[in-house]
């Protein structure tokens, strides 16, 4: 096999309650069941079980402001479950696909988002059975044939400061800003009389990252997140699943980025939990790609108090959206001999392990 070729698609699928999401959130009688199945797991799972946890006062990187003002997101979160999915109009209005696909590109870039795709909807995409909520247990079933994706950027001021507070504080916040985006966008397909159901943060059907790659959104990285052909890995992504038959051109793929993140391994070298593999890409099929170590990356949350995102504030895609860094994305895409200079570059200009930036001056006072 050409050792520059990268295949995408897994032909493994994912139950969500192996995910450390569903793990971390279990109850106690759904505890008892899981580690009875997975013994192997539990043991592990001690470990961060008995730190102190996301946004806990005796976390690492606690901040009073930073930490609350993360938590007074979580309720508006949380209340957007209850919209994502709903009653069908009886009457479908006639409509232009074409027409409705720009005009939902244009509306989600009003509402913040900085790049939407269109896919056909895949059963890799999909998880196999639920793990949140009163979902738990539940087979993933749907007669839903397309998605849409939507990515927010994470600001990166409050990135380059990860892990210490105001990361978590910005995911929070552009969680909630991709979710708003994606049930409203539901909503409108369900008023033209078509299946539609928002897939937001703690209420996924979908994996997001792969659909938004299927949709010429970007690639998976070394670390296991969309690597946002704007962004980088600085971003969050909600999706739409729907049954109005959106028009999908085919994805041209792209080896380069992903040549540049086997090369490049500086996520990987500055991940404080050593979460992120150095190892090649895996060309099995029933793994392809890279797979982070979802223990250690959590473990290491757990003692943050964040959501670390380390990886992201020293990525080289992260760079903001300037002309000069288009041209750098442009020209990586281009050559794989530009992408290993471009590799030098970035280590000569931003360091191999770039410092990590202060908290913003006004988050600073209450963390005195």
């Known amino acids: 096999m050409d050792p520059h070729r990268f295949p995408r698609n897994r032909t493994s699928r994912v139950d969500e309650r192996d995910t450390i999401f569903s793990r971390y959130f279990m109850s106690p009688g759904r505890e008892e069941a899981y580690y009875q199945a997975h013994p192997d797991r539990k043991e592990r799972d001690n470990l961060w079980k008995k730190l102190p946890g996301l946004l806990s006062e005796q976390s690492a990187y606690f901040n009073p402001l930073a930490f609350a003002s993360a938590a007074a997101m979580q309720p508006a979160i949380d209340a957007l479950r209850f919209e994502i999915d709903g009653d069908v109009a009886p009457n479908r209005k006639e409509t232009d696909p074409n027409f409705l696909q720009e005009y939902i590109r244009r509306w989600a870039a009003k509402m913040h988002a900085i790049d939407t795709g269109f896919c056909l909807l895949k059963p890799e995409h999909l998880y196999t059975v639920r793990g949140r909520h009163h979902y738990y247990g539940d087979p993933v079933e749907t007669t839903h044939t397309y998605a ?9 001021e409050f990135t380059l400061a990860a892990p210490q507070a105001p990361v978590i504080m910005e995911s929070y916040r552009q969680y909630l800003n991709a979710g708003v985006i994606a049930v409203q966008v539901a909503s409108l397909l369900r008023s033209f009389g078509w299946e539609a159901k928002a897939h937001i943060d703690s209420n996924y059907e979908v994996i997001c990252p792969p659909v938004a790659r299927d949709a010429g959104l970007g690639e998976i990285g070394r670390m296991g997140v969309l690597l946002s052909r704007k962004v980088g890995p600085r971003c969050r992504i909600s999706v739409v699943t729907t049954t109005f038959p959106f028009p999908v051109d085919p994805v041209q793929t792209n080896d380069n980025p992903l040549f540049f993140c086997e090369i490049c391994r500086k996520c990987a070298e500055n991940c404080p939990a050593h979460a992120i593999p150095e190892t090649p890409y895996s060309r099995d099929p029933a793994t392809a790609g890279w797979k982070i170590n979802g ?14 995102a380390r990886c992201m504030a020293v990525c080289p895609f992260s760079h903001p959206d300037t002309f000069f860094h288009r041209m750098v994305r442009i ?12 590799f030098h570059l970035d280590n000569l200009f931003y360091g191999k392990r770039p410092p ?3 908290i913003p001056e006004w988050m600073r006072p209450l963390n005195h």
């Open 148 to 156: 849409i994706a939507f990515v927010v950027e994470m600001d990166r």
């Open 295 to 308: 223990e250690r990356c959590f473990t290491f949350w757990c003692k943050a108090g964040t959501d670390c």
């Open 331 to 342: 020209g990586i895409s281009r050559s794989k001999l530009f992408a290993r200079a471009a």
């Open 356 to 358: 990590v930036k202060s």
